[in-house]
């Protein structure tokens, strides 16, 4: 599940087309494993129906799913651009812009390698494409849900707005519920809990741009930014590691770490 927000990248709205490259480039690497690939997007880089004011929230939530459906014709068109097969299914019925969503015949693409992208979230207001993603993964009998997000992981509060924010390594599901922890909303996690999908979250910034050099939430972070505009960097793929090696660690150095402390560690 991409947040729209990612593919807006330092801009905050709208399309960052080097990040969708960059994206799509990690997404192209997995399905070259042959691992069968649905994309679930959101729409926060163009709207988000709960905060649209004072607008009815059918009417306002309406705009957020038709977002979500213009960036999955994006990334479709990136992806495919790269010889990708992608395909745009949509929850409502918008012909020929994209195919209505039914779970036979994305699970028939899924096994032909085709990526498959999900638009217009479940295709109801006063639900959120974290839900979308719950209820799509439960539908193709996935195996886990990437969450790429602007932040590293989960956390028990904000870390963009506490210094003090622990990281969790591992959580249940049930865990996630019961904390009220803002990594998805309490639909999508059950919904999760509920069909035994396990659900990973990484930050695009730094797997997808910057190949786990340097993270978002730090000041620092913003030096990693270079790798946004296209120079050549190796890509660390979170995918392929965590498929690898069944856990994924993720170390980090700071820049004016101790030296001495470095070499010990
Ligand atoms: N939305 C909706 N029903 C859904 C999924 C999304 O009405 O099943 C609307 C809702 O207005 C939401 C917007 O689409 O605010 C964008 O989705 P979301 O906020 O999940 O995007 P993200 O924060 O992941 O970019």
Redesign the pocket.
Known sequence: ?????VLAGEQGHGFDFDVIETICDSIAKVVDMGVSVGIV????????????GSMDRCR??????L??VMNSIAVADTLIAKGVEAKVYS?VAMEPIAEIFTADKVRADLDKGIVTIFG?????????????AALRAAQIKAEVIFKATNVDGVYDKDPNKFDDAVKFDELTQSELLNRGLQVMDASAASLCRDNGINILVFDTEVYSNTGGQSSKSTPIGAVAQFAASGKAVTKKNLAQIAMAYGYVYVAQIAMGANQAQTIKA
Do not use: C, Q, V, Y
């Open positions: 599940k991409l947040s729209g927000e997007i959101g729409g926060g880089n163009f709207w988000r129906g709960r905060s649209s306002a939530d309406s705009i957020g799913m977002g979500t929850a217009g979230g479940t295709g109801n207001p006063f639900f959120s494409t974290d839900s979308a």
